[in-house]
């Protein structure tokens, strides 16, 4: 059974910085493609970072330079770094893995940035 469960949201000034995590059991992120993705209200769920099993990384175009994507593999967590916050950053985010071609949810953790 693949579980993960985010941590680290919260609620910041623009400029600010959180790291959110996600502990995965179930699937081993070293071997699986990670990434994290979030939603913000009114729109659809979009894909902020994902760390591929070769250790490839990709960005959405809006969190280059200010966010980065990495893991843990004593830990088997994903971390989302996210630095320099902007308002639009707004959004519950969620860790997602790929196992054998099957997509698997967190339960997603809420980030506000406030101007």
């Known amino acids: 059974q693949v579980q993960l469960v985010e941590s680290g949201g919260g609620s910041v000034q623009a400029g600010g910085s959180l790291r959110l995590s996600c502990a995965a059991s179930g699937i081993i992120v070293a071997i699986n493609d990670m990434g994290w993705y979030r939603q913000a209200p009114g729109k659809q769920r979009e894909s902020v970072a994902v760390i591929t099993s070769g250790s490839g990384t990709t960005y959405a175009d809006s969190v280059k330079g200010r966010f980065t994507i990495s893991r843990d593999i004593a830990k088997n967590t994903v971390y989302l770094q996210m630095n320099s916050l902007k308002p639009e950053d707004t959004a519950v985010y969620y860790c997602?893995?790929?196992?054998?071609?099957?997509?698997?949810w967190g339960q997603g953790t809420q980030v506000t940035v406030s101007s």
């Open positions: 997602n893995g790929n196992r054998l071609g099957k997509n698997y």
